[in-house]
C-alpha cells in the first residue's frame, strides 16, 4: 500500500529553527508537496520537489531524497504565525496526490 | 483576486437529510477536487472532475455524488448524511492533474450532522 509518515507533532521555540520530516512509500514518484494548515482552514501551498536537493523559499526550505524516500520541510526564524499543521503529500505514477497526516507545530515564547 | 469560494461555510444538517455544499472558482483551472477532512487526519479525495469528465475514487461512499455544470462550479451532494459524514469538506482546483501544478484550495465548509 502507500503511505505517508510524518510526525504526529512537535513543539519549537520563537526564533528557532524547526524540521518537519516526512517519509513515503509510493506507486512511483512524480513530486512531493508540503502544505501549511492553520486550525480551522484550509491548506495552503508551500513548496514542491521533483528532483533531489534543497529548494529555498525565504524562511522555508524544502528537501528531497528520492532514493531514501525522504524529505524534510526546514523552517528558520520561527514566528508564532508558523504555529500550524504542516502536510507532506506525495504525487504517485497515476498523478494522484497521496497525503500524510500532518504535523502539528506549536511555537512557544 | 482569483480564488476558490465555498458556500456555506459552516453547514448543519439532520441525520438523513439531503446537503449540498457549493464550490466555485475564478482561476479558470480545468481540475476540480472535492476532499472530506476529520480532525487531524489527511484530507480524503472523494472525487475530481477533469472539465466535465468525472473521476470517482474507489472507496468513495454513494451517498457522496457531485455535479460540475460549468467551469466555474461544483458541488458535493450528500443524499443522506450519517454522523461518521461530520467533517470539513475542503474544494480544490488546479491547472492540471499533472505533477508540477498544485492545487488551491477553498476555506472549506464544516459539516454538523445533528
Known amino acids: 500500500g502507500q503511505n505517508i509518515d510524518q510526525p504526529t507533532e512537535m513543539t519549537a521555540t520563537e526564533g528557532a529553527i524547526v524540521q518537519i520530516n516526512c517519509t513515503y512509500q509510493?506507486?512511483?514518484?512524480?513530486?512531493l508537496f508540503w502544505y501549511q494548515q492553520h486550525a480551522g482552514e484550509a491548506p495552503t501551498f508551500l513548496s514542491y520537489?521533483?528532483l533531489d536537493g534543497l529548494e529555498e523559499k525565504g524562511r522555508f526550505s524544502s528537501f528531497l531524497s528520492r532514493s531514501k524516500g525522504y524529505s524534510y520541510l526546514l523552517l528558520k526564524e520561527l514566528q508564532m504565525k508558523d504555529s500550524a499543521s504542516y502536510l507532506c503529500?506525495?504525487?504517485?505514477?497515476?498523478?494522484?496526490?497521496?497525503w500524510g497526516a500532518g504535523t502539528k507545530l506549536i511555537i512557544k515564547p | 483576486d482569483a480564488m476558490v469560494i465555498q458556500n456555506p461555510r459552516y453547514q448543519v444538517t439532520q441525520f438523513g437529510k439531503p446537503v449540498t455544499l457549493s464550490c466555485s472558482q475564478t482561476?479558470?483551472?480545468?481540475?476540480m477536487y472535492w476532499y472530506q477532512q476529520k480532525s487531524s487526519q489527511a484530507p480524503k479525495l472523494l472525487f475530481h472532475y477533469y472539465d466535465k469528465d468525472f473521476n470517482n475514487e474507489a472507496d468513495t461512499p454513494d451517498n457522496f455524488q457531485s455535479r460540475r455544470p460549468n467551469t466555474s462550479f461544483c458541488f458535493l451532494d450528500i443524499r443522506s448524511p450519517g454522523l461518521g459524514d461530520a467533517a470539513m469538506y475542503l474544494c480544490?482546483?488546479?491547472?492540471?492533474?499533472?505533477?508540477?501544478?498544485?492545487?488551491?484550495f477553498g476555506p472549506g465548509t464544516r459539516l454538523t450532522v445533528t
Open positions: 509510493t506507486s512511483g514518484f512524480n513530486g
Open positions: 480544490a482546483t488546479s491547472r492540471d492533474t499533472a505533477s508540477s501544478y498544485e492545487q488551491y
Open positions: 482561476l479558470n483551472h480545468n481540475v
Open positions: 503529500a506525495v504525487m504517485d505514477s497515476n498523478y494522484q496526490l497521496i
Open positions: 520537489n521533483v
